[in-house]
């Protein structure tokens, strides 16, 4: 079974540039979330999908970020314009919804310089 | 106060060693726990998953959870070098609805097992 694919591995801007992230689940996983994960911490929800609508976005900072699931499937996470505190690991999570876990891709590190 | 606490080491033990690792959590709501592990440029890969309190062993490694003391643990038995890693607890509670849940996690503890 493939596993959640993210890219690109890396990404440095500077501050106020607009960056995108993108991510293909695994087939089938109809649940999709985005993490946060600044050096040091835990991961942070930003948004959940149930297939292309929106679970929960309390924590996305929707003045900056964005994010879409078009047809269900792919997605993509959005900063514009990107601030020095953005500066983290971006990781995709898919899940057929049971409550073992997910299955998390290997991320995007974000550097905003 | 955070929702979960977990001290982030450094912790550095022998080969062969026995690993504790631990978190506390202030959210009764939690039912659901897991471990995950994290190797570096890594995304977290599931470890261990419990329901309420009590014990789970798979190998090496044993979960424990006491919901009354709000309190879990990860024992590692005969620790290898390829066990570090950051190990990081999540919590969740019942269902958020359409199927799905979030967690919340814990800072991560960076284990290094030295040969």
């Known amino acids: 079974e493939a596993g959640v694919a993210q890219s690109p591995r890396y990404k440095i801007i500077e501050k106020r540039q607009s960056v995108a992230f993108w991510c293909n689940p695994i087939s089938g996983h109809a649940t999709l979330y985005w993490y946060q994960q600044i050096l040091g911490q835990g991961p942070k929800l930003l948004i959940q999908f149930q297939n292309n609508g929106v679970v929960d976005d309390s924590q996305l900072p929707k003045d900056r970020f964005s994010a879409e699931r078009l047809k269900g499937v792919d997605s993509t996470l959005k900063i514009q314009p990107a601030k020095l505190e953005d500066s983290a690991v971006y990781l995709c999570?898919?899940?057929?919804?049971?409550?073992?876990?997910?299955?998390f891709g290997s991320g995007t590190r974000l550097t905003v310089v | 106060q955070k929702e979960v606490e977990q001290d982030p080491g450094p912790l550095s033990v022998p080969e062969g060693a026995i690993v504790s690792l631990n978190c506390t959590y202030s959210?009764?709501?939690?039912?659901?726990f897991m471990w995950y592990r994290q190797y570096s440029r890594k995304g977290p890969e599931l470890l261990m998953y419990t329901y309420s309190s009590g014990n789970k062993e798979d190998g090496r490694f044993t979960a424990q959870v006491d919901k009354s003391s709000k309190y879990i643990s990860l024992f590692i038995r005969d620790s290898q070098p390829s066990d570090s890693a950051t190990y990081l607890c999540a919590m969740s509670g019942e269902y958020s609805g359409a199927g799905s849940y979030q967690l919340t996690f814990g800072k991560g503890t960076k284990l290094s097992v030295i040969p």
């Open positions: 999570a898919s899940s057929l919804g049971t409550r073992n876990g997910y299955t």
């Open positions: 959210n009764s709501a939690f039912q659901y």
